[in-house]
């Protein structure tokens, strides 16, 4: 699919990146970055930063970087079309399409237009058609509003085996279409297809960016050959572990509470939403996710988990304790009055109510486990408590910031009335057979990783290092290319080492990106090629080069991904980085540490010395071990010593003012 240039940059224009990134990373400004929890990795101090008026974000801790469309390829596992596309939705840019390109359109977004056609489908019975009569009746008897119906697109599949089908092939939507969306099943005995939902309440499923992924259906008629839910299966577009019921329209009160009430269904969102209580969320069904977890985390650091004593659910937000807990969400527990569940208790007594229920009854993570084996029975043995015991220092355990640990043993020895040393002692064994198990871990990797990288990173002087980096690059760039390398930098059997480049030289790097054609000139016109680090650093270079060529020098394509990830992941640390040098290395050097607000001449100028003093210092140092080794073994040692004779008088040539100065 082609997407005009004019088209991207207008998106580009009209996207603000603090207010995107913002949608999935609490962020907080400092100086002209916003900085906040890397979504990417997992992190205690923020790492991650974005840059509105450069319109890019860089992660310090593991490295992403990229601007909004790389944002959005990296988050929600989008190709580069498919993230231009959303963000035109989102900026209101409509994009160039016709007959030809709707044809080639990709198959994701087929699907989604399916599901929204059946979405919309399914309220139109609900809402408009006599068939879904009954079932807008049960809703009113559950107490749903008009409004939350619509709001939540809840709608009714009639109770045939065609009807989706019917309404979709006047739409010209192919049933094979259907199929893909898990809409509808393919016959066994005969050809065709039938409808998936029949004669059920529709709930559609919102990934958290709003788009229809998928249905939860409940019978209306209660029968025995029929299971009361039904959702759907597994689709490219649908992942059950990585959607959250509710969370698309929560996402906000999510945030501003920095709280998520998880709950076990559909209508116990719903409920809870309408009663004003919108950050609830429902896993569906399904024991909670790393996925949902992550998805959890950018948007909150505490979880309420809502469960109700009898049901099969609590099992299920038990697992989900341990997982919350891991990541370094904070987790309580609230138990409703018995016989009660989230949906009835609201429309019994009214959110504000039910919010002051949960504040005066929810329970840390230690109390509830201990709530909920009593109410299971079984503390009633000795063998039960000591489970217990294990199962609630296991826990703590898994915490991620060691901190904690002192309060909740407290804690968890006033609950479970057990001396706190004695606690103490558990967790110690606990911790140790972690760490164990997790040494070994270490280990093996390093052991790895020194068989397949060490001898380059060994011997390989630093602009000559990793010469097994030629990679072919064609003049035109395609997405699929970039697409291709991002995929291979996120697997970990591609890793090649490199040098990291000397801040000198990303200094200059930064300098032509900014600065454009002058400063290309000027620094080019004193620096070679090879004198700069190979791989990205050298890389990105050589497309400075080309891009001069052409008189267009722009920082756009080394953020957008289109040079690939690796020089991507480079040029958003440089243009991240408020370029401060350590003093370190000012005393070294002896020479002033070139800023970014000072004349760009004289910060490259000063750089440029330095990486040359660099490259010299490194290479007299590599010929005198040369030196050193011919001499041991009765080698002629004459031409080394012209060499370095001659790099003594380069060296001396730097520290000419005047050197430099030809251009
Ligand atoms: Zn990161």
């Not at 997405?479 to 200094?507: G, R, V, W």
């Amino acid at each position: 699919m082609y997407i005009p240039e004019e088209y991207i940059e207008d998106i580009r224009s009209r996207t603000d990146i603090v207010e995107l990134v913002g949608e999935y990373v609490r962020l907080k400004r400092r100086g002209t970055n916003f900085i906040g929890l890397c979504p990417f990795h997992t992190e205690k101090t923020p790492s991650f930063n974005v840059n509105p008026s450069l319109g890019i974000f860089k992660c310090f801790g593991c490295g992403q970087g990229g601007n909004a469309f790389s944002f959005m390829m990296q988050i929600e596992n989008l190709s580069y079309p498919e993230s231009i596309r959303l963000l035109a939705e989102r900026a209101g840019v409509t994009l160039p399409e016709n007959e030809e390109d709707t044809q080639k359109f990709s198959e994701a977004e087929s699907v989604y237009h399916a599901l929204r056609f059946a979405g919309r489908f399914f309220y139109n019975e609900l809402t408009a058609n006599e068939q879904g009569r009954p079932a807008l009746e049960y809703l009113y008897g559950r107490g749903f509003s008009d409004k939350t119906i619509k709001k939540y697109g809840v709608g009714y599949a009639p109770d045939e085996w065609d009807s989706l089908l019917k309404a979709a092939h006047q739409k010209h939507i192919a049933p094979e279409t259907l199929e893909k969306a898990g809409l509808v099943i393919p016959r066994n005995e005969s050809e065709g297809h039938y409808d998936r939902y029949r004669g059920r309440v529709t709930f559609p499923i919102f990934s958290h960016i709003g788009k229809v992924v998928g249905f939860g259906g409940r019978i209306l008629k209660p029968s025995d050959n029929q299971a009361k839910y039904i959702n759907s299966p597994e689709t490219q577009v649908y992942h059950k572990s990585k959607v959250l019921y509710g969370l698309y329209h929560g996402k906000n009160a999510i945030r501003k509470k920095g709280e998520v009430i998880l709950v076990e269904g559909y209508t116990d969102v719903l409920a809870l939403h309408q009663a004003g209580i919108e950050h609830a969320v429902a896993s569906s069904g399904t024991a909670l996710t790393e996925d949902q977890v992550s998805l959890i985390k950018r948007y909150a650091q505490r979880v309420l988990v809502l469960y109700d004593a009898d049901s099969a659910g609590a099992k299920a937000a038990l697992r989900g304790i341990d997982l919350l807990l891991s990541n370094g969400v904070s987790v309580y527990g609230l138990g409703l009055p018995d016989g009660e569940d989230p949906d009835s208790y609201v429309r019994e007594h009214g959110g504000p109510a039910f919010e002051d229920y949960a504040e005066n009854n929810k329970m840390d993570f230690v109390s509830f486990l201990h709530a909920q084996a009593k109410d299971r029975g079984s503390l009633n043995t000795p063998e039960g408590e000591a489970q217990l015991t294990r199962k609630v220092i296991e826990t703590i355990a898994k915490m991620p910031d060691p901190s904690m640990f002192d309060p909740f043993i407290r804690k968890a020895s006033h609950v479970l009335d057990i001396p706190d040393i004695r606690l103490f002692e558990i967790l110690d064994q606990v911790l140790r057979g972690k760490n164990a198990r997790s040494k070994g871990r270490k280990k093996a990797s390093r052991a790895k990783k020194s068989n397949s990288g060490s001898e380059q990173s060994y011997q390989a002087p630093p602009s000559t290092a990793a010469e097994n980096f030629s990679r072919e690059r064609p003049d035109t760039v395609y997405y699929s290319e970039a697409d291709q390398e991002f995929e291979e930098a996120n697997s970990t059997d591609q890793q090649m080492i490199f040098e990291e480049p000397l801040p000198q030289e990303k200094m200059l790097l930064r300098i032509m990106l900014d600065h454009g054609i002058p400063m290309v000139e000027y620094i080019m016109g004193n620096m070679a090629l090879d004198e700069f680090t190979k791989g990205p650093l050298q890389n990105s270079i050589s497309h400075i080069l080309e891009l001069y060529e052409k008189e267009q020098v722009t920082k756009q394509p080394f953020v957008d991904g289109s040079f690939g990830v690796r020089i991507q992941q480079l040029a958003t640390e440089i243009l991240m980085l408020r370029y401060e040098p350590s003093e370190n290395w000012e005393r070294r050097q002896n020479i002033s540490i070139p800023r970014f607000n000072q004349d760009p001449h004289e910060a490259a100028y000063s750089a440029m010395k330095q990486l040359k003093r660099r490259r010299i210092e490194q290479a007299l140092s590599n010929l005198k071990s040369r030196i050193f080794r011919a001499q041991r073994q009765n080698e002629d040692v004459k031409p080394l010593l012209e060499e370095r004779m001659a790099l003594l008088q380069l060296q001396k040539k730097i520290e000419d003012p005047d050197f430099l100065a030809w251009s």
